[in-house]
């Protein structure tokens, strides 16, 4: 929801091979939907996770925040189920679903026991293809996205991340939330959430992961009973790329609190960049993944000027940023600005040390197989790399691209991508400026 | 609908028995003999291990006067050791690919690495060797001093429910240390000094007030050896006393508050019981009330739910609260979140009479059934995170409870009757022993 969840959630896209091999089966259901299957028979459960590209990104910009609704009503009745009704059946089978918005693609989620898979399958089902959007049921949910809506207007952190956004991103859609407005989800209508759901959840968007107690078979049937009977292709176009406004320089927000929050960065660059996985190195040693870096270094260790800062290579679909984050007193705000500042500068200009090049690489590449240890946390990792459009090849590449980046590399592309003079600063908060 | 439901329940309940699926097979245990506890938890779905030692101090601990300092100490472990440098433990362990952390509680202090099975002999060295060889001085405090109130400022100062969290706690507990926040009171914070933080170590970091959990990808003979080559080797405080904190005297009368601030974008009503914890060989009130919590709000089929959210409607959301995890006296809490066009005080009204009608009517059946079938769910499901699973066990030995207790909580949880749900509720939901806080907007008073 807030940017922050965001930037630390674009570094969980990356990881390698150490060893730790798990086979990964690409399988196909009979209209065309990609399957990637990870077979283990050692509990008796299965995690499954949809991923829809587009997101809330393509909806039209004047129904604002209609997906997210469409979202959240999915498990508000379906078929002959209302609310309440579907809920005491899910409950009775012991599985979970979740059903999330995000603004490049959306995600259905679920975990069922291997003994009731069918029947929790074809409950799941009811939800994707046969939602009811009852009245009552809209306005329950409608509520609870307003009453975020309102919060999100008073949250320091909401502020901080939608003033970021907001400038720099002006009417492409990352530029606002997908919540939408007070306005924009004040005007839905069951209409217009019936035409959300037949544009977003279609088969063409579609891609499965599944990890747990179930052969390929089971896989492949199991994923032709749920999608089966989406629309064939989506009407909403994918968004353009965004145009980015940077201007550089401190913009204050005011906010009666005793400790501001700062967003900080500028460009960044693409994944398909040659230069990506340098730059991926270079954010490790920048701010990025660990308490060993240059800004947690000289802002809280040897300063205690925040309890943390971090920054990360928001490389997303229709835009690249490298963007970092923390939160210090409002009387420390200038000295902890000037240290970002001087951090910046100097590794801009002076690049990176073998030493530290070294130990970004063993951390990159050592926690590739620390990642690998849940079924549903596989299969989260799995729908990530499809909708990155990664073959599955790439986990057993991943660590060979890291390895083969050199201090020079990384030097390089410091001076190519940080500039100092380029950094935007927003601050919420009452800083002494 | 209802012989519906009755049906399915019973089809379901023949189903369960499938389900056995004890953890207690993968669980070792045994003591070193400088008397700390160890727990291994066996998963070799992937060569991962988790890596923690959790000291039976938190800031319940604390003396009067040094709140804040169990946190303080927790951050200061981070800094140089006889051996090690200064952040030279947080940076190996990445440069090994996993990830470090600490946490501090009301009752415990843990420490913890998540890394690749075969370096645990490196973790074992490091966490043993700052168990006893701090080596700190007053100049290393200062800055990391400046940290926990960045840290203070971050988490309480800017978010009103935490300002209102605090001030709840404080009237909830009349003697007790729960009622000082974990984080410490902002002016003791500001006077912590070197003397302090190591008077807390000196006192309770030692052996025979650890557990040390290790689980993942593991041989529990290999980790007995490695643990009695690091720890088994320290020797004891034989000055640690036993745990008897200042208890609670009777609560004779309810408080009531209203926190206004104007950060707050969403008012609500708040009440929290003083509630009785799981306490070794004596769980059933627990379980009653983790029950009892599921009934009232657990999620869209929950009594709360169905009657201010879809029936009445005027709530956003409802909840109710319980975790039996804790040393001494623990809460249970109810929240409702009004629709804007209802007042708090309407809103407590309808809240008390749901409870109210429920204690009066008794717990549906079918229900009941329902949420137990979750919790026997929930048992394998919460096996598929290794490190939850050592979290959990860290947590209850940490908190009194015996392994013993861990594994008889889920046939406990399964033995209880409505009956027993209604009488233990009926005794805990005392309006004398509460607190009721209403979170407000400064300006909707202001006018």
């Known amino acids: 929801m807030t940017l922050v969840k965001f930037l630390f959630g674009l570094t969980t896209l990356f990881w390698g091979v150490a060893g730790h091999a798990i086979e990964i089966q690409t399988l196909q259901s009979k209209d065309g939907i990609p399957i990637w299957l990870v077979e283990d028979h050692t509990l008796p459960f299965v995690a499954l996770e949809v991923g829809f590209d587009g997101g809330t990104s393509s909806e039209p910009q004047e129904k604002r925040g209609v997906t997210n609704l469409m979202m959240g009503l999915l498990e508000e009745g379906a078929g002959d189920l209302d609310a309440q009704g579907f809920a005491t059946t899910r409950e009775e089978l012991a599985a979970s679903f979740g059903y999330s918005a995000y603004s490049d693609s959306l995600s259905v989620s679920a975990r069922f026991l291997t003994d009731n898979a069918a029947s929790s399958i074809d409950l799941l089902r009811q939800s994707l293809v046969a939602p009811r959007f009852d009245q009552d049921a809209i306005e329950r949910v409608r509520a609870q996205v307003e009453t975020s809506i309102r919060s999100r207007e008073k949250d320091q952190n909401d502020i901080a991340a939608w003033s970021w956004n907001g400038t720099i991103f002006g009417k492409h859609p990352y530029g606002t939330s997908q919540d939408g407005t007070l306005e924009t989800i004040g005007a839905l209508t069951q209409a217009d959430l019936k035409a959300a759901h037949k544009a977003a959840l279609t088969k063409d968007r579609a891609m499965v992961s599944i990890v747990g107690d179930v052969t390929a078979q089971q896989a492949v049937s199991l994923v032709d009973r749920l999608l089966g009977d989406l629309p064939d292709a989506s009407a909403w176009p994918l968004p353009n790329l965004a145009d980015l406004t940077l201007d550089a320089g401190v913009q204050v927000v005011d906010y009666p609190t005793p400790q501001s929050v700062i967003l900080f960065g500028h460009k960044g660059i693409d994944e398909k960049d040659d230069d990506f996985f340098a730059a991926f190195v270079l954010n490790v040693i920048l701010g990025g993944g660990n308490f060993e870096n240059r800004l947690m270094t000289e802002l809280r260790e040897k300063r205690g000027l925040t309890y943390g800062v971090g920054t990360s290579l928001a490389s997303r679909k229709y835009s690249d940023l490298i963007v970092g984050r923390f939160a210090t007193a409002n009387d420390r705000v200038a000295q902890a600005i000037e240290v970002v500042r001087d951090v910046w500068r100097d590794i801009a200009e002076n690049g990176v040390t073998a030493d530290e090049v070294n130990r970004a690489k063993t951390y990159l590449t050592g926690a590739y197989p620390l990642r690998f240890d849940g079924n549903g946390r596989i299969a989260g990792i799995l729908t990530g790399m499809q909708l990155q459009g990664r073959a599955p090849e790439y986990v057993d590449i991943r660590n060979d691209l890291v390895n083969a980046v050199t201090p020079q590399d990384v030097s390089r592309v410091a001076r190519r991508l940080l500039s100092e003079g380029a950094l935007k600063f927003v601050v919420v908060g009452q800083p002494d400026l | ?447």
């Open chain 2, 1 to 447: 609908m209802r012989l519906l439901m009755i049906g399915l329940a019973a089809v379901l309940a023949t189903v369960s028995v499938s389900l056995a699926f004890e953890i207690e097979d993968r669980v070792t245990s045994f003591t070193l003999e400088n008397g700390m506890d160890v727990v291994v938890i066996e998963d070799h779905r992937a060569p991962v291990v988790v890596h923690m030692v959790w000291y039976k101090a938190g800031s319940a601990d604390e003396q009067p006067g040094v709140s804040g300092v169990a946190h303080f100490l927790e951050h200061l472990l981070f800094k140089q050791t006889k051996t090690l440098e200064a952040g030279e433990l947080s940076r190996v362990v990445a440069e090994n690919g996993g990830s470090d952390n600490a946490f501090t509680s009301y009752d415990y202090t843990a420490y913890y690495q998540r890394v690749a099975a075969d370096r645990l002999e490196l973790m074992m060295r490091m966490e043993a060797d700052r168990m006893v060889n701090l080596d700190i001085g007053p100049d290393d405090i200062l800055t990391e001093r400046d940290v926990i109130i960045e840290e203070r400022n971050q988490r309480v100062e800017t978010d009103p429910g935490s300002l209102f969290r605090e001030q709840r706690n404080a009237a909830l507990y009349l003697n007790h240390r729960y009622g000082v926040p974990i984080i410490g009171w902002r002016h003791e914070m500001e006077n912590l000094d070197l003397e302090d933080a190591l008077a807390y170590y000196r006192t309770y970091y030692a052996p025979n007030n650890a557990t040390l959990v290790v689980a993942g990808d593991v041989d529990p003979s290999q980790v007995r050896q490695l643990a009695q080559t690091y720890y088994g080797v320290i020797p004891p405080n034989p000055d640690l006393q036993p745990r008897e904190r200042p208890q609670e005297p009777p609560h004779t009368s309810p408080r009531r508050m209203t926190f206004k601030d104007p950060r707050v974008s969403q008012p609500y009503v708040m009440r929290s019981y003083l509630a009785p914890e799981r306490d070794p060989g004596d769980q059933r009130k627990a379980a009653a009330l983790t029950l009892f919590a599921e009934v009232l709000g657990g999620g869209q089929t929950s009594v709360l739910t169905q009657k201010l959210q879809f029936e009445k409607q005027v709530a956003v959301y409802t909840g109710a609260f319980y975790s039996g995890l804790s040393l001494d006296d623990s809460s249970f809490g109810l929240v409702i979140v009004p629709r804007p066009d209802v007042s708090l005080e309407e809103a407590e009204q309808a809240l008390d009479q749901v409870v109210l009608d429920v204690l009066d009517a008794g717990i549906d059946p079918v229900q009941l059934a329902r949420i137990k079938r979750q919790f026997k769910a929930s048992d394998i499901y919460r096996m598929d995170s290794t490190e939850g699973l050592a979290n959990s066990y860290g947590a209850a030995l940490s908190s009194g409870l015996t392994l013993e207790d861990i594994h008889a909580w889920p046939d406990i949880i399964q033995s209880i009757t409505p009956e027993d749900i209604i009488q233990t509720a009926k005794e805990v939901l005392d309006i004398n022993a509460s607190v009721t806080g209403y979170l407000l907007a400064q300006e909707e008073t202001d006018q």
